[in-house]
């Protein structure tokens, strides 16, 4: 469980977290939706410390955040960021092999590379994994980002805006493995998005910030509401069910 | 070819180009003189060699930028303008001066502190900009250069003769009496270094993916800069600047392997650095009879690389 306490983070005068606490439940997926500048990124850094906040505090199963080392905390919790662009001559399969650094300092032994394989497989990329990375498609790299977050092993996962750049097919497949890592290896998964409907359909738990503030948590069917999205987003919203789930349209 | 035998080929390439130096139009008629003082030469070469390549592939590694060398950051323009200070206050005569050991500590320790000091903007901040460092270095860079124009103009014109040697990174003159102290210096922090051989691979991928993966990056990043800074500070300081040879031989280094492992870079960019150097001193002083220093020439093949990296665009 991760229980966020009361953090703040500024920017100047700016408050960009303003006094954040709210509790990630274990083994679900939860989705931190909300307008640009809401905060949603900044509090996933901070969660995920790649960033210091000003104050409050973040427990990782009941551990505060500092007291961590941070070998300890790399087998516990993985962040992958949007923007992966890296200029080395790098293979997927020597990507995700990074995933086993918090273990093997990058001495990998049969059984890492035995995990490394295994990673490989889960996301499909046997094939291709001896591809280099500037020769892949997006929707292949951040599937090989993946398998090297699901090669560190970690109980919580972080993604920040996993599905970025895109297309819908390459969408719902990254939200299918996201839903099987939490399912079938009972991971914990916590991502920033901004397709509300993707939110909705995928996640166990939602948070909606706005101005750096939490706005509404709960379940999908609490969140999807179209008094709640109106008054974060500023659209009329119109919210219906399909196929046992909550969707919305916005456009007009 | 796999990278291992590409090493190997490299380390043949250096031994002979070692030997040759050191045999080739040896007199034997006053071998017991010529022979320790090809010996020290060949060394200072060898260790100037190693030390650029090692600490500008961990530079670079840790700004993960493919084109800045630990000089371009006023590093030489800063041990251009200690020469000059000593020499404009103190003169040609001081002890400073003279007694080179004491001028080699003051050189390297002035160097280091200002690189601890430049270094802090890096890791200081939220943004940790590169640029930041790049443009303060830079600056600094150009102020320590006219400082010591300046005192140049209005030094003794003899005094400035003096001055003048240390402008160019020459072999001719290396002071053996130095040797023992910058190799102790070099080769303690290189085999410092070495520990984080596996983290540089890691730290290769950008600062997130590195605290993603439990490197303590603040602690380690500042420990590896400054052995970057001992480095440059000691070869700087036993040979003169040499400002181009380290992004010349790390990203030949870079072309030449498919590995992306440091303990393969690393030896490289070692190897071609004495390679570059030794190759170039024998050229200097068998063919071109010593008509021009070789830091010109090497500085002259960097730049063209240097414009070729640039043009080509894939250098971030």
Redesign the interface.
């Known amino acids: 469980m991760i229980k966020v306490v009361d953090v703040v983070k500024r920017y100047g005068a700016v408050k960009v977290v303003d006094g954040v606490s709210l509790t990630i439940p274990k083994g679900k997926i939860t989705s931190l939706i909300g307008p640009n500048g809401a905060g949603k990124s900044t509090l996933l850094s901070i969660i995920s410390r790649l960033l210091a906040r000003d104050s409050g505090s973040v427990y990782i199963d009941g551990k505060e955040l500092a007291q961590w080392g941070s070998k300890d905390l790399s087998r516990k919790i993985s962040i992958l960021r949007q923007s992966n662009h890296i200029d080395l001559k790098l293979t997927i399969r020597e990507l995700v092999s990074f995933g086993r650094f918090p273990y093997c300092q990058g001495n990998l032994s049969e059984e890492d590379w035995g995990i490394v394989d295994r990673a490989l497989e889960y996301l499909q990329l046997t094939e291709i994994q001896d591809k280099y990375l500037h020769q892949l498609s997006g929707g292949q790299r951040q599937r090989a980002y993946l398998a090297m977050v699901i090669a560190q092993d970690t109980d919580y996962v972080f993604l920040d805006e996993p599905l970025n750049n895109l297309d819908m097919q390459h969408a719902v497949e990254i939200m299918q493995i996201l839903r099987s890592l939490v399912r079938e290896l009972g991971k914990t998964v916590v991502l920033v998005i901004h397709d509300i409907n993707i939110a909705s359909c995928y996640s166990d738990y939602i948070v909606a910030l706005q101005d750096g503030q939490v706005v509404g948590e709960g379940c999908g069917e609490e969140i999807m509401e179209e008094s709640l999205l109106k008054k974060i987003y500023k659209l009329d919203f119109c919210v219906g069910q399909i196929n046992n789930q909550r969707v919305c349209v916005y456009y007009n | 070819m796999s990278d291992r035998r590409k090493l190997a080929i490299l380390l043949l390439i250096g031994l002979s180009l070692v030997i040759l130096y050191v045999v080739v139009g040896l007199d034997v008629a006053i071998l017991s003189y010529a022979l320790p003082r090809r010996i020290s030469k060949v060394l200072a070469i060898l260790l100037t060699g190693a030390a650029i390549g090692f600490s500008t592939t961990v530079f670079q590694t840790v700004t ?1 930028n ?1 084109i800045l060398t630990p000089s371009i950051m006023g590093l030489d323009s800063l041990y251009l303008l200690n020469q000059t200070l000593v020499l404009f206050f103190f003169g040609s005569t001081s002890i400073f001066l003279v007694n080179s050991q004491l001028n080699f500590m003051l050189t390297v320790v002035t160097m280091v502190l200002f690189s601890g000091i430049l270094f802090r903007f890096l890791l200081a901040g ?1 943004k940790r900009e590169i640029y930041l460092l790049l443009l303060v270095g830079v600056i600094a860079g150009t102020l320590f250069q006219s400082l010591s124009s300046f005192l140049q103009m209005v030094l003794d014109p003899n005094e400035f003769l003096v001055v003048q040697n240390s402008m160019y990174a020459s072999f001719n003159n290396v002071k053996s009496n130095l040797l023992p102290l910058s190799s102790a210096l070099v080769v303690g922090f290189t085999l410092y270094a070495v520990r984080y ?3 540089l ?2 730290l ?3 600062r ?2 590195a ?6 990056y603040e602690k380690v990043v500042m420990r590896l800069l400054m052995v970057v800074a001992v480095l440059v500070a000691s070869v700087t300081a036993l040979v003169g600047p040499i400002t181009f040879l380290g992004i010349l031989v790390v990203n030949l280094a ?1 072309e030449m392997l ?1 590995s ?1 492992k440091h303990r393969y870079l690393l030896l490289a960019s070692s190897l071609l650095g004495m390679i570059a150097l030794v190759g170039g001193q024998f050229l200097v002083e068998r063919v071109l009879h010593l008509a021009s220093p070789v830091s010109v020439m090497i500085n002259f093949v960097g730049g063209l690389y240097f414009i070729f990296l640039l043009l080509r665009g ?1 250098y ?1």
């Open positions: 993960t493919r939220e051989v596996n983290v691979d890691v290769a991928l950008g997130e993916q605290v993603n993966l439990g490197v303590d870079r498919r992306f894939n971030a």
